[in-house]
């Protein structure tokens, strides 16, 4: 079966072993098994009951409904001859795709807006944005997670980070404006070298023309985001959406009040911060005290 549904490995899970298990769920592989779940349950099964029916164990069954599993053709099949053949199984896993390795799960629903938005607006003041960062700047920040990653996990962590700022390049209609503290980029994490190059990247990225940079200065005596990073994004749409992101967690913003009061701050915010051609000229400098 195509569309993100694996190949069969036959009947061989009856034998109770946990097979390969999704390192990350995604929202789709979570769906289809709560739609298994209530299919089962409505059916009056036990998950061993029906892991005699499709011919595959019962913690093979538990870990499709909680996510954990992409479910082969033959799991389709069967799971669907057992609920009663309805096509909602079948019709489900065509949609079905893995978790997006390197992205924490509370920023996928942002990241996939990301892609489709008329225009992206973000204010940090903690670190330089991932649309922004250089490879050793990103490779940087993932060696100072804690708990420690894997190599594996930091290695998936850099490509996505990396794989995202496609975007810049792919949509040169679309406006990318940010905000960024004077603090961020004198902070000198992963060394002289890795700061260096990452000021190169920013300096090379904010020329094109869809790219804006704006440098909030330190000495500023007025700021409008007191209250941390911010995102802001426009849909096709027209529909104007918002993202804050802390320790550990982010929330997507929808509510039309609490958006119009972000874009507030963040209109407010560009005109307390140094124009784009002076921002350019503080990295150049700052640089060059490297």
């Not at 920013?202 to 500023?220: I, K, S, W, Y």
Request: hydrophobic share 35%.
């Amino acid at each position: 079966m195509t569309n993100g549904v694996g190949e069969s490995d036959g009947d061989d899970c009856l034998t109770g072993c946990e097979v390969e298990r999704e390192p990350d769920p995604s929202d789709s592989l979570r769906t289809f098994g709560a739609v298994v779940q209530a299919l089962r349950e409505h059916a009056g099964y036990s998950r061993a009951e029906f892991g005699d029916l499709v011919r595959f164990s019962k913690h093979t069954v538990g870990s499709v409904e909680l996510g954990r599993r992409m479910p082969d053709e033959a799991f389709v099949e069967r799971a669907e001859e057992a609920t009663g053949n309805t096509g909602a199984l079948r019709k489900a896993a065509r949609y079905l795709t893995r978790g997006e390795a390197g992205l924490a799960a509370w920023f996928r629903r942002w990241a996939r807006l990301e892609r489709v938005a008329v225009s992206l607006c973000t204010y940090e003041c903690r670190l330089v944005p991932g649309l922004l960062q250089s490879e050793g700047y990103a490779r940087a920040l993932f060696e100072n997670r804690i708990p420690l990653l894997t190599d594996e996990e930091l290695e998936a962590q850099v490509a996505a980070r990396l794989e995202r700022q496609r975007m810049l390049d792919e949509r040169p209609t679309v406006p990318f404006s940010f905000i960024i503290e004077e603090s961020v980029f004198r902070r000198r994490l992963g060394g002289v070298e890795v700061l260096r190059d990452q000021l190169n990247l920013v300096l090379e990225r904010t020329a094109l023309r869809n790219v804006t940079l704006q440098v909030m200065p330190t000495n500023a005596e007025f700021h409008a985001c007191m209250d941390g990073p911010l995102r802001l994004l426009e849909t096709p749409q027209g529909r104007r959406l918002a993202y804050s992101e802390g320790q550990e967690n982010g929330r997507l913003i929808s509510d039309p009040k609490e958006v119009s009061l972000l874009c507030q701050r963040y209109d407010t915010l560009r005109s307390q911060a140094l124009n784009p051609k002076d921002s350019r000229s503080l990295l150049e400098r700052l640089r060059g005290e490297l």
